[in-house]
């Protein structure tokens, strides 16, 4: 799909330029050969204009700049000839062939190929002209040009087909990540979802054995039932990311006390970390106002400690900050004492189904919780990071204010 998105990119970008360089090109040769010809027909009419100069036999006109020569009939039918000394004009045949289709002809102006002349006539109650003008160079001028147009044009086609080829990677790379994710994305919510299910369907034919007593069927109920909720949980954070890519939305915000939030979300988080014998410092800079959705902001600051409150060593400190930070923005900060993140996990850490260890456990999480709160955070226009040193993870968020 991918390759023919890009292929289908270079061919829309080659056949608009294709289209631009022929109407680009046509008009210059257009134009050029449309001046070279104004010129060359002025000329002959203002020479036309003087009809005693054309009576004075190879008379030069200094101020033409195409060769040219006349031909007048007088008043018997003889050829009378002059010029300006660039004609050979005592070729009879070629003269008595000039005047025949000449003056034959139904039309004063015209091209005579065979000798790449041009001719102007002009009729008088006593006398008929014909001036001839040399249009040797504007032929060759013309042949020149439509040569250069086609190098240039085939010239130009190879760089922007370059060009093209350069840009159909950039263009569709955005793309062909999403591609990637979404079928990562898929290969792992099937895997996610097929151990469940294994131990469901496994539980299941187990229950339909009558062989065995009441206390394993029961624990056998109780394992689809465990397996059950633990499949609506991982579907229930796969429309969670759904829906906070589809329906978060600017309309929807609001002014929200962020200080007050982030203290009220602590509260529930408190008797957890006591259980765990861990401990929960909190330093949070009051009356820092955000605009955004408020139970979106919540959750993401729940899915920060939860995820501190798994990830924690024994009798590990977690400190959750926030502050003012640089201008007209606050940071949030969650950091706990645990395993350190290795650098290579700290860039895929936001990722969908991401472990930083693969054979961990699931400890009630399916790796969608920071992937989530990565998502709310961008829509709230902010940005999200983790960083890990001196065995202390730390996860910020960076949130514009009021």
């Not at 609001?254 to 008797?271: A, D, G, K, R, T």
């Not at 054979?359 to 998502?375: C, D, M, Q, T, V």
Request: some cysteine; glycine content about 4%; overall charge positive.
């Amino acid at each position: 799909m991918i390759k023919k998105l890009q292929i289908k990119f270079i061919a829309v970008n080659m056949g608009i330029v294709t289209i631009m360089l022929c109407f680009i090109l046509g008009l210059v040769y257009h134009f050029t050969r449309t001046d070279l010809e104004n010129k060359s027909i002025n000329m002959m009419q203002d020479i036309a204009s003087q009809p005693f100069r054309l009576a004075v036999p190879d008379k030069a006109y200094t101020d033409m700049h195409l060769p040219y020569f006349t031909i007048r009939l007088g008043l018997k039918g003889e050829l009378i000839t002059s010029g300006a000394g660039y004609f050979d004009l005592s070729d009879n045949d070629l003269l008595n062939n000039l005047k025949t289709h000449v003056f034959t002809s139904t039309s004063d102006f015209g091209i005579i190929k065979k000798y790449n002349l041009r001719y102007y006539r002009i009729n008088t109650p006593l006398e008929k002209y014909c001036v001839f003008a040399d249009i040797s160079s504007e032929i060759a001028t013309l042949d020149g040009l439509m040569k250069t147009c086609i190098l240039t044009g085939a010239f130009s086609f190879l760089v922007f087909l370059c060009i093209s080829i350069l840009l159909s990677k950039w263009a569709v790379k955005p793309v062909e990540t999403a591609w990637k994710q979404q079928k990562q994305f898929i290969a792992d919510a099937s895997h996610e979802l097929k151990t469940p299910l294994t131990v469901i369907i496994t539980n299941a034919e187990l229950m339909l054995n009558t062989g065995y007593s009441s206390d394993k069927r029961q624990k056998f109920l109780d394992g689809i039932l465990t397996m059950a909720q633990q499949m609506k949980e991982l579907t229930g954070q796969i429309l969670e990311l759904a829906r906070n890519d589809n329906t978060i939305s600017r309309e929807n915000f609001c002014p929200v006390n962020f200080s007050s939030l982030v203290s009220n979300s602590i509260l529930p988080f408190e008797p957890v970390f006591f259980e765990k014998n861990l401990v929960l410092v909190q330093q949070i800079e009051q009356d820092i106002k955000v605009t955004g959705i408020e139970t979106k902001l919540k959750e993401v600051t729940g899915i920060l400690l939860d995820n501190a409150c798994k990830y924690s060593r024994a009798a590990g400190t977690t400190r959750i900050r926030l502050k003012k930070y640089k201008r007209n923005h606050c940071l949030l900060s969650v950091a706990n004492e645990g395993k350190e993140i290795l650098p290579d996990d700290l860039k895929n850490i936001f990722l969908r189904f991401y472990r930083t260890d693969k054979a961990r456990n699931h400890k009630g999480s399916f790796w969608l919780g920071l992937s989530i709160a990565e998502s709310i955070v961008k829509k709230h226009k902010g940005k999200i990071w983790a960083e890990s040193k001196d065995g202390v993870n730390y996860f910020y968020v960076d949130l514009p204010c009021l």
